[in-house]
């Protein structure tokens, strides 16, 4: 029995050792996206086909739309940290701004089931509010951003396509390029 737990404990540690690497891109083990294929089909096997190939394409535009989201939010988290240290929210961020996103982070907390990530309180700034912060800490942000009707632009935009895509709402292949473009802009503008 001692030699089953030594057994199960390392390959637990392995797990865990493997992660950030996962993460990064490196294939360790079994081939992850085999099973993530399998497991897509068969969560999705009780709905139509059309559904189904609807959810599939639009997927793609909700791995773009939350990456280039979290990007903006760790962007300003790090040049607000970087300008105000670690007081940075309370010190950059509009009251209204933190008033909200602290009533919803403990809503959240007090009221929720759900145990995901709760723990900045960006995550809980409306998308919308994101170009406000950058404006309103513009001092910080002119070195990469082109102008504040630029960014206050692009976020909008954006947000407009979020809300559709965070609604179940179908858009169309030419909306998909453009959503790219967007993402493209912002990336070759920012460094990404």
């Given at each position: 029995?001692?030699?089953?737990?030594?057994?199960?404990?390392r390959a637990m540690m392995f797990e865990a050792d493997c992660e950030p690497l996962r993460a990064a891109g490196i294939r360790i083990g079994a081939d992850?996206?085999?099973?993530e294929?399998?497991?897509?089909d068969e969560t999705l096997r009780p709905f139509s086909v059309s559904l189904r190939n609807d959810a599939l394409r639009m997927t793609r535009l909700y791995a773009l739309v939350y990456c280039f989201e979290n990007s903006v939010r760790q962007l300003i988290q790090e040049r607000l940290e970087e300008a105000s240290g670690s007081e940075?929210?309370?010190?950059c961020v509009p009251q209204k701004i933190r008033t909200q996103a602290e009533s919803r982070q403990k809503k959240d907390t007090e009221n929720s089931w759900l145990e995901g990530d709760k723990g900045s309180l960006l995550l809980y700034t409306e998308f919308g509010h994101l170009a406000d912060i950058?404006?309103?800490n513009w001092v910080h942000?002119?070195?990469l951003i082109p102008t504040q009707h630029w960014i206050k632009q692009r976020l909008e935009e954006m947000e407009q396509a979020r809300n559709f895509i965070a609604h179940n709402r179908r858009l169309l292949p030419g909306e998909f390029a453009r959503l790219e473009a967007y993402v493209g802009d912002w990336n070759r503008q920012v460094g990404v």
């Open positions: 029995m001692d030699d089953l737990r030594q057994w199960l404990f992850q996206r085999e099973f294929v399998s497991l897509m940075w929210w309370e010190k950058v404006v309103a942000f002119q070195d």
